[in-house]
């Protein structure tokens, strides 16, 4: 496949015309003294931030204590805002930054009509399916 190395109006490269390459910064800290329920209002006060995924797991600690590992994934433009978000809805009093890149497939939203009105769907340019095994019934 022959290479497409142009740049989009979001500063990304695209490699072929199949997948961009993009960089992205993960918010990472531990905590270990917050209830679920706290920690759950903490990640819907996050997703109100720009950012591109919240998720939390469940990590074992310093002599067995049970904790929460919270992830963040945002642009690093959003970096400051998450982070101060994070001090402010959590207990944690430290956080790890990693950049990272990433592949995505380019992709495109399209308006489906179903019997319940409009939605929009997410298609990614690559690998269309000549012979789907499978297929959407709305």
């Known amino acids: 496949r022959e290479s ?17 390459q993009d960089t992205i910064v993960e918010l990472r800290c531990n905590i270990d003294d917050m209830t679920a329920e706290e920690l759950s209002f903490a990640v819907e006060q996050i997703w109100q931030d720009d950012v591109l995924d919240v998720y ?20 690093e433009s959003a970096k400051k805002d998450v982070a101060v978000t994070i001090f402010k809805h959590t207990s944690t009093i430290g956080i790890r930054e990693y950049n990272c890149s990433r592949m995505i497939l380019n992709r495109k939203i399209e308006k489906v009509s179903t019997q319940y009105g409009g939605i929009d769907v997410k298609r990614h340019m690559a690998m269309e399916l000549k012979n789907p095994s499978w297929s959407l019934k709305i």
């Open 4 to 20: 497409n190395n142009d740049t989009n109006q979001n500063n990304r490269t695209i490699e072929n015309s199949d997948t961009i």
């Open 56 to 75: 939390t797991m469940p990590i074992s600690m310093k002599k067995g204590r049970q904790g929460t590992l919270l992830n963040v994934m945002c642009k």
